[in-house]
């Protein structure tokens, strides 16, 4: 079983919609919890930390669920320029594990 | 957060020949970095943790006679691809972690290395 799994998409939706993605991880010992953004050809960049008691950063919303072992992104109102692959990462010990990423399409 | 430069972002070689990639952090001594490989439509593959002062920490599968990793100082870290050949050709991106009990990595700009 991979460490960390994504739905790898691709979600495709309509400007102003709301979408939601979610990510499992195997390692109950994990530790911390991120959500990435990573454009076409470029690295990947920080989006937020994922905080147990859930955080929220303007339009996007990450909750952690240590029983069921899975973390989600929600973003709201959906802009153009939200479009990218977001990659799941977990930190478990001195590793990070990633996601494959899960592809997001927000069309006009 | 942290600031993380990598040179070239950018290289095609000939078959046989070595390839140096830099890291360097920008904004703090970092004593770990770490270096990833990505194919195209999938996610990042870690190959080592380069510690500074030491040798490299390699990941299994990963030659690291062929990935060569030069750690010699807090803000520059190296990753040489020696004898390239075509099958190498990938997106190599280097990190680091942030201090201060924080987790976060800070990604390099990322270095697109084709071999011919």
């Known amino acids: 079983r991979k460490e960390v799994e994504q739905d790898p998409g691709p979600f495709n939706v309509p400007e102003g919609a709301t979408v939601a993605f979610n990510c499992t991880y195997s390692?109950?010992?994990?530790?911390?919890f991120f959500w990435y953004r990573q454009d076409c050809r470029k690295e990947p960049k920080l989006l937020m930390s994922?905080?147990?008691s859930g955080n929220e950063d303007g339009r996007f919303t990450a909750q952690l669920n240590r029983a069921s072992q899975y973390i989600s992104l929600l973003i709201r109102d959906s802009k153009l320029s939200d479009s990218a692959t977001y990659l799941c990462?977990?930190?478990?010990?001195?590793?990070?594990?990633f996601g494959t990423g899960t592809s997001l399409t927000v069309i006009p | 957060g942290a600031v993380v430069s990598q040179h070239p972002s950018w290289v095609i070689c000939k078959s046989g020949t070595s390839v140096k990639i830099e890291c360097r952090s920008l904004?703090?001594?970092?004593?770990?970095m770490f270096w990833y490989r990505q194919f195209p439509k999938q996610s990042l593959m870690l190959m080592a943790t380069?510690?500074?002062?030491?040798?490299?920490?390699?990941e299994q599968g990963v030659e690291k006679d062929k990935f060569l990793i030069n750690h010699a100082s807090l803000t520059l870290s190296t990753l040489t691809v020696t004898s390239a050949h075509p099958e190498d050709s990938s997106f190599y991106i280097c990190?680091?972690?942030?201090?201060?009990?924080?987790?976060?990595?800070?990604f390099g700009p990322g270095t697109r290395l084709t071999v011919l």
């Open positions: 904004d703090f001594q970092a004593t770990t």
């Open positions: 380069s510690n500074e002062g030491s040798k490299a920490t390699y």
């Open positions: 990462v977990v930190n478990t010990g001195n590793q990070f594990y």
């Open positions: 390692n109950s010992a994990s530790q911390s």
């Open positions: 990190s680091e972690r942030a201090g201060g009990g924080y987790n976060e990595q800070f």
């Open positions: 994922v905080y147990s």
